[in-house]
């Protein structure tokens, strides 16, 4: 153990790495370590406690929180977004349906195109970012953007896809996006320091963002003030770990749904990668990433997991053994509701857990977004 700590703590010096290193085998943290500055201008030094901003990470919480409520009947995968948005985003092309959103199949123009951003201090969103903090108010910046090819076609990652699947969820239960990531993900899944937060009032454990591995310039001008279904929940190593035992545990979403979520849909030869629904994957193994590896190196999320194969006790609407209480009191057999059924099923379990949410998961329904 000790050689192995030598070789992070080297590591981290020699390249500046600036995080959180853990490591887990077989239920037992082998090494946990903190590295740089939450704060580099007061000189407040990272812990194994402070919670990152996982940029594009949020996808994959996105991507679970559709998955359960197709569990749950609100859509299906087949379901087109145009069926929801009604007259709302007229550009996005009448057959996208939530299944080529989530696999960045969906060819809808997107607001922020990483591949044409020129400078990372580049002001890249045309409202001021302290009005983005609720899904809704995303739409004039999702609006006006040419479809680039037929649904279907091809792979091209996508960040307002997901912001457009944050506002599908909203649409079919009546429930707030980030309410929705909290119980039907974040609780079930143990992660009890994760949260969208506001990046203008970001709490003392909460590490700034920075536009460069070095300086004190943060981005909090250049990101949406609130995340959203695109990227920027903050959270922890620990929680991270707590998130890869409950997905392959069947404990968010069943494990069929799971081995669903992590089959390839697209080989990404740019990246060296291959793409699911909401996770990256291994070019030829089975390893699954909660995010690609070149952002990871700049936050704690530098996790990956191998899938276990699903278990006649975590199949669709039969219960999970160890499965949160969180949505244990929307029915088991999603087939058979309607989407009022859902609607008003969520409604319930959420307000009937309003006075837990200060010991679960989001004490705050917001919080920063992706680095581009």
Not at 102 to 120: N, Q
Not at 201 to 214: D, F, I, K, Q, T
Request: charged share 20%.
């Amino acid at each position: 153990m000790r050689a192995l700590q030598d070789t992070v703590d080297a590591a981290a010096e020699r390249t500046g790495f600036s995080g959180v290193v853990r490591l887990d085998r077989a239920g037992e943290t082998e090494l946990s370590a903190a590295y740089g500055f939450a704060d580099r201008a007061h000189e407040i030094r990272n812990t194994v406690q402070t919670q990152f901003a996982t940029a594009s990470g949020a996808k994959g919480l996105t991507a679970l929180t559709v998955m359960s409520l197709i569990e749950r009947g609100a859509f299906e995968l087949g379901t087109t977004a145009r069926s929801l948005l009604g007259g709302d985003l007229p550009l996005i092309a009448d057959g996208v349906t939530i299944e080529q959103l989530l696999a960045h199949r969906s060819g809808i123009g997107d607001y922020l195109d990483e591949d044409t951003l020129d400078d990372i201090g580049d002001y890249v969103l045309p409202v001021p970012v302290h009005e983005l903090t609720a899904t809704e108010q995303f739409l004039p910046i999702l609006d006006g953007h040419e479809t680039t090819y037929a649904a279907g076609e091809r792979f091209a990652y996508n960040n307002g896809g997901y912001v457009v699947l944050a506002l599908l969820a909203e649409r079919a239960t009546g429930v707030d996006f980030h309410e929705l990531a909290r119980t039907l993900v974040c609780q079930p899944a143990g992660m009890a320091d994760t949260a969208f937060l506001r990046t203008d009032e970001l709490p003392g454990r909460a590490a700034l963002g920075y536009l460069s591995v070095a300086g004190l310039r943060t981005n909090m001008f250049h990101l949406p003030v609130v995340g959203n279904g695109d990227g920027g929940i903050y959270s922890t190593a620990a929680d991270f770990n707590s998130f890869w035992d409950a997905l392959f545990a069947g404990r968010i979403v069943s494990a069929e749904r799971v081995a669903e979520m992590v089959r390839p849909r697209s080989d990404w030869p740019e990246e060296s990668k291959r793409y699911g629904l909401g996770f990256h994957l291994h070019p030829t193994g089975d390893a699954v990433w909660w995010r690609d590896t070149t952002q990871a190196c700049r936050s704690p999320a530098c996790t990956s997991r191998r899938p276990r194969s699903p278990t006649p006790s975590s199949r669709t609407g039969q219960k999970v053994p160890g499965r949160s209480s969180s949505c244990s009191t929307i029915s088991s057999a999603p087939e058979a509701l309607t989407p009022n059924d859902v609607r008003a099923g969520l409604k319930r379990d959420l307000l009937g857990r309003a006075d837990e949410r200060a010991t679960t998961c989001a004490t705050s329904p917001a919080g920063g977004r992706m680095t581009p």
